[in-house]
């Protein structure tokens, strides 16, 4: 009988099967694969701008902080202005109704000064009448004791009386009006306070006039020119950075590993071992998806699996699309 070499095959096909889905399970329980990729920053405002400079155009190289643009906004100075304008008339209309409350306080003392000037003249009046009074009796009744007279002394006792009132009642008008300016200072504080605040945010929005680079990486695309209107939220600028801050990692559909968003994992280079960080789990996606080609264990097999995306640190020293092998913590 003829020997079929197909008998030989079919259990070493069977094995191999058998072998690849515990490698295929094995793979996806403890480590799984991943591309290095770089998340594209597209940068705008979020007012409407005038673009007042752009200092970078497409291809330009740029570091993390760099100023790309420089905008205008003319709201913000007519504001400033009507806010500095604010200021001006509260302290005018301050200082005038002080300068009126100051005058009403010095005719308050004045009249009292006339008033009172007037009273002590009265009562020297009758104290040089009583005076004389006493003189002219005891020349015509030598003998006689003289006493100066009630009704002259009640008078002058009733007229400084009458001068106490009058200094109290001032000292009561001043105390008011003293008041009022005192209410006056303290609307005054509070409305320019309130103004004040308002330049100072004023001034923080005029400095954030800025386009500011977020990542060291290369200008990708410009969408605007100098002197050009952009509405608020409108895309100005892309750019890519240098090196990858993300890892886009697929997940085998046999896995049940525990992943969680937050979890730290450890990422190694497929082909440089010794380039390793950590990284953490930013999102996973529950749809499943094909594998990309480099991806797969073996390339003639369609597989599926989940996206996984995880965070870069800063320094990372991966290359961008480098393969990344994505280690799980150990249950």
Known sequence: MK??????????????????ASDFQYQSVNSFFGIAETELQSLNFDHDIAVREVFVKTGDLVKQGDTLATFY?????????ENLSDLQITETERNAEFAILEKEKDLVRTRLSADVRELYTEISLLATEDSLTSVFRSSVYPDMKTAGNKIVAD??????????????????????????????????SVRNAGTRASLQQLESEKNRLFLIAPVDGYVESVMMARNSLKEAFTELMKINPNAPNMVVGFIHEASDAP??????????????????????IASINPRMTELPLRLRKFIEMRSWGREVYIGLPQGNRFYISEKITINLPTR
């Open 3 to 20: 020997f079929n070499i197909l008998f030989l095959l079919f259990p070493a096909a069977l094995a191999a099967c058998f072998w690849i």
């Open 73 to 81: 906004r003319a709201e913000l100075d007519r504001q400033s202005l």
């Open 155 to 188: 008078k002058m006792e009733a007229l400084r009386k009458q001068i106490d009132d009058l200094q109290k009642r001032a000292r009561e008008e001043i105390s008011i009006l003293e008041s009022r300016q005192a209410a006056l200072e303290a609307v005054a």
């Open 259 to 280: 992943l969680a968003v937050g979890q730290e994992v450890e990422l190694v280079s497929f082909n440089r071992p010794e380039m390793n960080c950590k990284g953490q």
